[in-house]
């Protein structure tokens, strides 16, 4: 009896329930009561669901992470756990709420990477055991409860309209300050007036002439 094995595929063989090792791509010659699990070693993306976990704070925060990850030893994925996919799981799970309980919820969405690495170092040696590499955690999404999210857009639309009341404010005082500034020079010069509206007269005088 003969078996294929594929570039990306490893086997884990057994014969008569004894584990005879790991074979690599190819066409194997096996014997007809050998037992071979096929392993795929090609990098592969879990999401675990998401998962409310309450901050340091006491706020309950969603939060979702990505996990890339890849079978590095097909001997200790069959051997080690019969659902070692499911363990993985698990581990990043547990290391994720670890990471977010200690943090208070203002800090989970800015903690993003440090969150991530948190979680890469918790689970990397539990996977190796489980014959798996992890190459890279990430956060993905970090949900603040309806009423945080909707306190925090008031508090984007106050600091927009306190902007706008500042600059109207400005401009106010500015415009008094050059009133301010015209009332102390009629006040010094009063020739000034006179040649202002001596100014305004032959404006006035021109407009007229030219409808007419």
């Known amino acids: 009896m003969k078996k ?20 690599g791509p190819g066409r194997h010659r096996m014997r007809l009561r050998s037992v071979l699990h096929r392993v795929d070693i090609r990098p592969r993306t879990m999401t675990p669901a998401a998962q409310d976990v309450p901050t340091a704070d006491g706020v309950l925060v969603r939060v979702t992470v990505v996990v890339r990850w890849a079978v590095t030893s097909a001997t200790k994925f069959v051997v080690e756990s019969a659902a070692p996919e499911d363990e993985l799981y698990t581990a990043v799970q547990l290391a994720l709420r670890g ?65 706008a009341a500042l600059e109207r404010a400005r401009g106010e005082t500015a415009a008094l300050r050059s009133l301010l500034n015209a009332a102390r020079l009629a006040e010094e010069h009063p020739a000034l007036l006179e040649l202002r509206a001596l100014q305004t007269a032959s404006t006035v005088v021109v407009e007229r002439a030219k409808r007419a």
């Open 4 to 23: 294929t094995l594929y570039p990306w595929e490893r086997g884990v063989r057994f014969d008569h329930g004894t584990l005879m090792g790991e074979l």
């Open 99 to 163: 990471a977010v309980v200690t943090r208070a919820h203002s800090a989970v969405d800015p903690e993003r990477e440090a969150i991530s690495a948190e979680v890469l170092a918790a689970v990397t040696e539990r996977a190796a055991d489980l014959g798996i590499s992890v190459a890279e955690v990430a956060v993905r999404d970090v949900v603040m409860p309806g009423e945080l999210r909707r306190a925090a857009l008031a508090e984007l639309v106050a600091a927009s309209e306190g902007r």
